[in-house]
């Protein structure tokens, strides 16, 4: 595949929302991925409501985040960070881990995984 310039906004993606309580009030957007010409990662958009979760889980892979909006907490292996806009963080592989926003505004944050890692 020719590689090209790619150029997206975030409120042109379709945001899907996770059918199970486990993660209510969280959506999440595929933004660049092997369509884009980035075979081996995906990037995607997440979107937590106030009050919204995603789902605490543990996988093999690593989550690299950089977070866009608003603030919320990071939870791995049952300790809380709190993270907000300008942060960044590197969630490894083999560790239970959560997202939670606490706030009365959104929470928005880049994600990328190996394209393993995206299977919505």
């Not at 310039?5 to 959506?27: H, Q, V, W, Y």
């Not at 608003?70 to 239970?96: A, T």
């Amino acid at each position: 595949m020719e590689k090209k310039l790619i150029i997206k906004n975030t409120n042109e993606l379709d945001f899907i929302r996770p059918n199970d309580k486990a993660a209510a009030g969280s959506m999440l957007a595929k933004a660049i991925g092997d369509k884009e010409g980035w075979d081996d990662y995906v990037m995607r958009i997440v979107r937590i409501e106030s009050n919204g979760t995603s789902f605490n889980h543990n996988h093999s892979w690593p989550h690299i985040n950089y977070y866009i909006k608003g603030e919320g907490v990071l939870q791995m292996e049952g300790v809380d960070y709190r993270v907000s806009s300008g942060d960044c963080s590197y969630v490894p592989g083999g560790h239970m881990h959560q997202w939670r926003n606490e706030t009365n505004e959104i929470f928005e944050f880049i994600c990328i995984v190996p394209k393993e890692g995206h299977n919505i």
